[in-house]
């Protein structure tokens, strides 16, 4: 497929991180800045719980409530404009946002315990390359390439994704007498956002 080129809502939208045997040092991450290159981080899907890292493996966050805004915001700075009745408008140094993630909270998909690859990612420090799919379909392929960045997989449907380097900060549970309870994730962005590319079919 190709891009969204429609109206729609995002019901099925996605946000995952890639999961190679070896965690990218910084020289690979400020390496990375083409389409195939990220994609290529994204080929097979595993389980946060039990799931074997490997070249091309990922984790998809999963029992998302809510997403943020996805992009940079632009800083515009109001400059006085002496004997004038409005003031300039310049564009200063846009910083990058950090991103909280509403998630349905399962505990054991978050346990911080041997073997939970979520879990052990919180407050790790660690930087690795996150994907956000912007998705009004579900892709129709099957198993561990439903979700990959490959045509049979998000190339079922049309897609747009974006590509960042980034750290999973934090983790804050919020209980829920009447609802499901609830977590709130942040990422913090330690890259410019790429994108909005997409999977094209075969």
Do not use: C
């Not at 979520?118 to 439903?146: C, H, Q, Y």
């Amino acid at each position: 497929m190709a891009h969204i080129t429609s109206i729609g809502a995002g019901l099925f939208s996605d946000m995952a991180v890639a999961t190679p045997a070896v965690d990218l040092d910084n020289d690979a991450l400020e390496g990375l800045d083409t389409a195939a290159e990220f994609a290529a981080l994204f080929a097979s899907e595993i389980e946060s719980d039990g799931g074997v890292l490997a070249a091309g493996a990922f984790v998809r966050i999963k029992n998302v409530r809510e997403f943020p805004a996805v992009g940079t915001p632009a800083n515009i700075v109001n400059v006085p404009n002496y004997g004038s009745k409005t003031s300039y408008q310049i564009q200063g140094q846009a910083d990058a946002p950090s991103m909280e993630l509403t998630l349905n909270y399962i505990p054991q998909e978050w346990a911080k315990e041997a073997g939970n690859i979520l879990g052990n990612m919180v407050g790790d420090s660690i930087a690795r390359v996150w994907r956000f799919s912007l998705l009004n379909t579900e892709p129709t392929g099957t198993g561990a390439t439903k979700y990959a960045s490959l045509p049979a997989g998000l190339g079922t449907i049309p897609n747009s994704e974006f590509y960042f380097v980034g750290k999973l900060e934090a983790i804050v549970y919020n209980p829920q007498l009447t609802d499901a309870n609830q977590a709130t994730l942040t990422l913090s962005l330690q890259s410019p956002l790429f994108g909005a590319y997409t999977v094209a079919a075969v």
